[in-house]
């Protein structure tokens, strides 16, 4: 069986590919979790292996929205595309027997799940504002771009494990978008070269004395400067504080599925700090956790996680019992 990334897949196939059973989607989901070239491990040990399936149908989801937003090449090409995987979207929830691997395997999480449409297609909505929309002028707009390209990621986490009240998913959301703006600022150089993309919002550079002129030379010249580092402090601040307020999060899920969370919330924490260590300069150098760091992480959150001694039985704690 030829499984191919999406680029390739697209290359070969185009939009109508041939059916896919669903016992071949599902192997092309599971391989495309696992061999896609970015170091995600999408399941984690502690899930129940019940659930892995559907975690893999999300994430190649996810992938190929994003591969078609990111790897084209073409803006315009992107749009195209993601105009097709918003059709084969529409097509499922419609009740349309799919074709496409990813479709086929993700019908049947959609069904067992009961996953809405809705943070599907805001994920759409997020890759197509990146072929539009390369600059920001308040820092609300990025928030709000972090409500189309993060926070559906955590609100299908949260559905395929049995969870949608509103308490989970807004610490959930803030948790996401804390994530989202780590990531913006660790690769604020990265984005500006590679993809033409600042997402560091206009109204606080300026509050800083800074503004896209410097910020170009800055990048060029590989230094930063007072203004970049006090600005850089100013929005690393503001994601910590999101990270805090969805700090309760992890003790109102099963106890496998909080680990994770806890995991993913100390790493974005782990990189803000990174930033910090480094004195704000996110210019001549990426921050990055590494792999010694990252298995100190794991242990240091097991360990709390498991000694704390919530939900013993693994059992996940209902939605009323939040409120």
């Not at 090449?73 to 979207?89: N, Q």
């Given at each position: 069986?030829?499984?191919?990334?999406?680029?390739?897949?697209?290359?070969?196939?185009?939009a109508?590919?041939?059916?896919?059973?669903?016992?071949e989607?599902?192997a092309?989901?599971?391989w495309l979790s696992g061999a896609?070239?970015?170091n995600?491990?999408?399941?984690?040990?502690l899930?129940?292996?019940s659930?892995h399936?559907?975690?893999?149908?999300?994430?190649?989801?996810c992938?190929?929205?994003?591969d078609?937003?990111?790897?084209?090449?073409?803006?315009?090409k992107s749009?195209?595309?993601?105009a097709?995987?918003?059709g084969?979207?529409e097509?499922l929830f419609?009740?349309?027997?799919?074709?496409?691997p990813?479709?086929?395997a993700?019908?049947?999480?959609?069904?067992?799940?009961?996953?809405?449409?809705e943070?599907?297609?805001?994920?759409?909505q997020?890759?197509?504002?990146?072929?539009?929309?390369?600059?920001?002028?308040?820092?609300?707009?990025?928030?709000?771009?972090?409500?189309?390209?993060?926070?559906?990621?955590?609100?299908?986490?949260l559905?395929?494990?049995g969870?949608?009240?509103?308490?989970r998913?807004a610490?959930?959301?803030?948790?996401?978008?804390?994530?989202?703006?780590?990531?913006h600022w660790?690769?604020?150089?990265?984005d500006?070269?590679?993809?033409?993309?600042?997402?560091?919002?206009?109204?606080?550079?300026?509050?800083?004395?800074?503004?896209?002129?410097?910020l170009?030379?800055?990048?060029?010249a590989?230094?930063?400067?007072?203004?970049?580092?006090?600005?850089?402090?100013?929005?690393?601040?503001r994601?910590?504080?999101?990270?805090e307020?969805?700090?309760?999060?992890?003790?109102?899920?099963d106890r496998r599925?909080?680990?994770?969370i806890?995991?993913?919330?100390?790493?974005?924490?782990?990189?803000l700090?990174?930033?910090?260590?480094q004195?704000?300069d996110v210019?001549?150098?990426?921050?990055?956790?590494?792999?010694?760091e990252?298995?100190?992480?794991v242990?240091r959150v097991?360990?709390s996680?498991?000694?704390?001694?919530?939900?013993?039985?693994g059992a996940?704690?209902?939605?009323?019992?939040a409120e």
């Amino acid at each position: 069986m030829d499984f191919l990334f999406p680029k390739d897949f697209l290359d070969r196939y185009g939009a109508d590919c041939r059916p896919w059973s669903p016992t071949e989607a599902r192997a092309y989901t599971r391989w495309l979790s696992g061999a896609h070239y970015e170091n995600f491990h999408v399941v984690s040990f502690l899930l129940p292996k019940s659930l892995h399936q559907d975690f893999f149908n999300v994430y190649a989801y996810c992938r190929w929205a994003d591969d078609l937003g990111d790897e084209l090449g073409d803006r315009r090409k992107s749009l195209v595309a993601l105009a097709w995987w918003r059709g084969e979207l529409e097509s499922l929830f419609g009740g349309r027997p799919p074709r496409h691997p990813v479709f086929v395997a993700l019908q049947e999480t959609v069904a067992r799940r009961r996953l809405p449409e809705e943070p599907f297609e805001r994920l759409i909505q997020a890759f197509e504002m990146d072929q539009t929309k390369t600059r920001y002028q308040t820092y609300e707009e990025v928030l709000d771009y972090c409500v189309y390209s993060a926070n559906p990621v955590g609100r299908l986490v949260l559905g395929l494990c049995g969870y949608s009240d509103e308490r989970r998913v807004a610490l959930s959301d803030s948790i996401c978008t804390a994530l989202q703006l780590a990531n913006h600022w660790q690769d604020v150089r990265r984005d500006l070269l590679e993809r033409d993309r600042v997402y560091l919002p206009a109204d606080r550079m300026a509050a800083h004395g800074y503004d896209y002129g410097a910020l170009a030379r800055d990048v060029e010249a590989g230094r930063a400067g007072e203004p970049v580092r006090a600005l850089i402090r100013d929005l690393t601040e503001r994601a910590l504080a999101l990270f805090e307020a969805g700090a309760d999060l992890p003790d109102l899920l099963d106890r496998r599925l909080s680990i994770d969370i806890e995991l993913f919330r100390r790493g974005g924490i782990t990189v803000l700090d990174k930033i910090r260590r480094q004195g704000y300069d996110v210019i001549s150098r990426r921050p990055k956790v590494g792999k010694l760091e990252r298995v100190g992480l794991v242990v240091r959150v097991l360990a709390s996680r498991l000694l704390a001694g919530r939900n013993p039985s693994g059992a996940a704690p209902r939605p009323e019992a939040a409120e």
